[in-house]
């Protein structure tokens, strides 16, 4: 793909004015809204549930790009098409049956996405990566934002390039966790399509210019 994509995660937004922070991301650069499902058993933390999505679907005017970090995700895949998300990413550390898991959510109109932990390996997708629309590869382990990026993932978008290449897959590549400018430019340079950055966009003093910045970062033509 060769338009690098910006997906603000709201993770990083202020939940007391998350109507503010969602017409900000409508109205900016960004391509998607990425939306992080944490179920306090898969990751240590938790995050926000159907309520909240219910909510945030009624403002957003971009693609929901919802990132489940909950075990066992079959069980709410028709939950997450019903409020809207445009693209379903389970984690293959969570899923016993992934093939499928990724067979249920197109079947729900939804696209695929897999997300790989630091610690899992490229390969263990060779044999589902034709069925997966984005892998979602974690440079941090995941359950919090505003961590430090882990240098590891530039091998692994490569070796992933590699694999989807291989296959003839159409996979895209996204990057999820310490997203910044300062390593935005290296992981489109790697192979990355979408880049999803949480605490840089929000907690910075022009979330609009900042998201800017970081587009224009990626752009081929920069
Ligand atoms: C972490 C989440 C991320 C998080 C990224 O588990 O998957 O989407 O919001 O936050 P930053 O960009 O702050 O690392
Ligand atoms: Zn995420």
């Known amino acids: ?64 790009d919802v990132h489940l970090m909950i075990i066992d995700p079959d069980r709410y895949i028709q939950t997450f098409a019903d409020l809207g998300a445009a693209h379903l990413t389970v984690h293959y550390e969570a899923c016993t049956h992934l093939h499928r898991t990724l067979q249920g959510i197109r079947a729900a109109g939804m696209k695929t996405g897999v997300a790989l932990n630091p610690h899992t390996n490229i390969n263990l997708l060779e044999d589902t990566i034709n069925d997966i629309d984005i892998v979602l590869i974690m440079s941090v382990n995941p359950g919090f934002g505003g961590q430090s990026f882990i240098e590891n993932t530039y091998g692994k978008i490569r070796a992933l390039k590699e694999l989807i290449d291989k296959r003839g897959a159409k996979t895209i590549i996204e990057i999820d966790g310490g997203v910044s400018t300062v390593n935005s430019k290296k992981l489109a340079d790697a192979g990355a399509d979408v880049l999803v950055a949480g605490s840089f966009v929000f907690k910075s003093d022009d979330p609009t210019r900042t998201i800017e910045e970081l587009k224009e970062s990626v752009d081929s033509g920069h």
Not at 49 to 60: C, F, R
């Open 1 to 64: 793909m060769d338009k690098k994509l910006i997906a603000p995660s709201l993770l990083a937004a202020d939940f007391g004015n998350l109507q503010r922070d969602i017409e900000m991301v409508n109205l900016s650069k960004a391509d998607w809204f990425h939306i992080d499902i944490m179920d306090g058993v898969f990751v240590p933390n938790i995050s926000y549930g159907m309520p909240v999505l219910k909510a945030i679907a009624k403002h957003t005017t971009k693609p929901l």
